[in-house]
């Protein structure tokens, strides 16, 4: 299988799927953040009965209705490609996606849709406890679908709770908790909501400041920073703490990503974070010169990974070419272990095939020998690709995409701190250089959200599911040019998308708050 | 037809509320629309068919070619007899 792939294929794939997860995290980030903004403002309203509260609440929440509108089904462009461009992969994970993605649809179609709908058309016909009640509700039913997506996100990066049954070539839930609850999947989720929280924290003080230099709606401008520079202070720090679960995670399951993200290419005690580099040529970082300029802070890598400042953090080669000393297997070992995986699996078919009843059957057996599954099927993926070269990620965008992520998100919360600040001294109108900064901050903190999923996505490769299953066996043989095609197609329609957000947003952002809702 | 009640308030909810759409409701509206009409008349249906449910009738035929396409002629079963 693996001498006739076309490889221009998998890259078309890899690429189209890129492209429709890009385009869709577009949207969803300010629909996870600005909802709960938008909760609160209205809490405030209800409870201080200030009609600038309720002008205040609906503005954002139109904001809100476009974006949401315009992004939703977006993401169902990857469950097709699921189907047509990645069919042996969405076969192998059995029903894994299935639970998480059945709940997520049933969520997303009977909290969000009815409670957007009295969100939108219930002002002055239902209660305002009942109107608030249904707005938090959106904000809650909202983050929660993304739970269900993350979680089954989560499960690629660290398959747990299942076992593979060979009979028929799917993975199989042996226990959902421990699915939804693995620690990648929680961590993927603080970390991924909070974000979003952090992206619509920066959009709503980027909106309200750009009213400030205009000195127009000063009142209402004034109030949403305050709520968004509180909001968004206070979910940075969320994002660094899960950010920092998360290091600790992917040191677990996915050293070699981390190893990625840090430019480590020899393993060391007491690993120094790279705060700033730019790294050399592949020929060079090869031969040992990996960076041409660096900031390192000593000891920081081993503490953000494993707790202790002197830690042995492993780097690229260590997992290329194994460390003994460490119990690191080489990725030759990996490789063989993971063509025993395959052999067995053959061996199975072919006794199945020929009609071998006790032969299928014993090596059936073999599946759920745990000694079988710790020392061979763990690395069953390995077995596909003889190059060790293959398994080794993209090093230059995943360290990069890393380091915009973090030093962005660090920036924001020092930007948070300062607008408070100068708020609190009653100082911000008059603050102009920072409120001409605000508005640019909106496309930096979209740059610093696609950063966090290339580092996720681009830094776990060549997998689709993490040491089992990399691109080339998940793709489906279909004919390259079919896949350029409906990129193509995709490119087109989710530009097409992204300009009609952009253009009626900006139009709703110059009209102000004046129409209420989505009703007349 | 008391039981109607409730489900006739729902039905005025909706009615009311997408009869007085604002005129940036509408757009949004229209979008939406244009959007899911491409996404699945013409994109799902010309371009994305599930592959595995278009070629094969059940699940047995679907799994036994994914098993096809997860195996090659690798066969190293004596060393795993000799590592087990």
Known sequence: MIQSIDWSLVDWSRAQFALTAMYHWLFVPLTLGITWMIAMMETIYVRTGDPEWKKLTQFWMKLFGINFAIGVATGIIMEFEFGTNWSNYSWFVGDIFGAPLAIEGIMAFFMESTFIAIMFFGWNKVSKKFHLVSTWLVAIGANLSALWILVANAWMQSPVGTSFNPETARNEMTNFWDVLFSPVAINKFLHTITSGMVLAAIFVIGVSAWFLLRKRETRLALRSITIAAIFGLLSSVFVALSGDGSAKQIAKVQPLKLAAMEGLYDGTEGAGLVAIGILNSKEKRESGDVFAVKLEMPKLLSWMAYGDPDQFVAGINDFKNGNPGQGILSTGEKIQRGKVARGTLTEYKNARAAGNIVKSDSLKLVFKDQVFLDTYFKYFGYGFVDDVNYYIPNVPLTFYSFHIMVILGFGFMVFFALILFFQARGELPQRKFWLRIAPWLIPLAYIASQSGWIVAEVGRQPWTIQDLLPTVAAVTKIDAGAVMVTFALFAVTFTVLAIAEVSIMLKAIKNGPKNHGGTK | ?84
């Open chain 2, 1 to 84: 037809m008391k039981i109607l009640t409730p489900f006739k308030r729902i039905f005025r909810f909706y009615f009311d509320g997408f009869s007085n759409l604002s005129s940036w409701g509408r757009s949004i509206w229209i979008i939406i629309l244009i959007k899911l009409f491409i996404l699945f008349a013409i994109i799902r249906v010309f371009f994305m068919p599930d592959i595995l449910k278009k070629d094969y009738k059940t699940d047995n035929e679907r799994s036994r070619h994914v098993l096809e396409n997860l195996t090659t002629s690798v066969s190293v079963t004596s060393e795993l007899n000799s590592k087990l």
